[in-house]
C-alpha cells in the first residue's frame, strides 16, 4: 500500500506563491501517475494537474493553467506543484494522488495522501 505525505501549504497573500510536495513510500512510484486535487469548503474535489510516470506529459485545468507548474523527481519518490499568481478562489485543501495514468477523474486514483490547507487572503 502507497502512502502519500503533503506537505508546503500554509497561508499566502493574494498574487503570491507556494509549492506543494507530496511524498510517495514504495519502489515503483515512476510507474505511475500522480496529480493534484482540492476541494474548498462546501465544494466538491477538483482536479488541479497530473503528470505521467515519466514526467512527459502534463495536463491542467483551466483554472490553473499558466499559474501552476506540477514536475516530479523520481529520484526522490515526489512530486510537486509550483502556484504562482495565487487568488482567493484558490483557498482549498490540496490532495496528492497516485494512479495508472494520467487523468483528471479522481476515480482513477487509488492512493491519496491526507491533505495540506492552502490559504490566499485578498
Known amino acids: 500500500q502507497v502512502q502519500l505525505v503533503e506537505s508546503g501549504g500554509g497561508l499566502v497573500q493574494a498574487g503570491g506563491s507556494l509549492r506543494l510536495s507530496c511524498s510517495a ?36 485545468a483551466d483554472s490553473v493553467k499558466g499559474r501552476f507548474t506540477i514536475s516530479r523527481d523520481n529520484a526522490k519518490n515526489t512530486v510537486y506543484v509550483q502556484m504562482n499568481s495565487l487568488k482567493p478562489e484558490d483557498t482549498a485543501v490540496y490532495y496528492c494522488a497516485l494512479g495508472p495514468v494520467v487523468t483528471k477523474d479522481a476515480g482513477a486514483f487509488g492512493s491519496w495522501g491526507q491533505g495540506t490547507q492552502v490559504t490566499v487572503s485578498s
Open 25 to 60: 513510500s514504495g519502489r515503483t512510484f515512476e510507474r505511475y501517475a500522480m496529480a493534484w486535487f482540492r476541494q474548498a469548503p462546501g465544494k466538491e474535489r477538483e482536479f488541479v494537474a497530473a503528470i505521467s510516470g515519466s514526467g512527459a506529459n502534463t495536463y491542467y
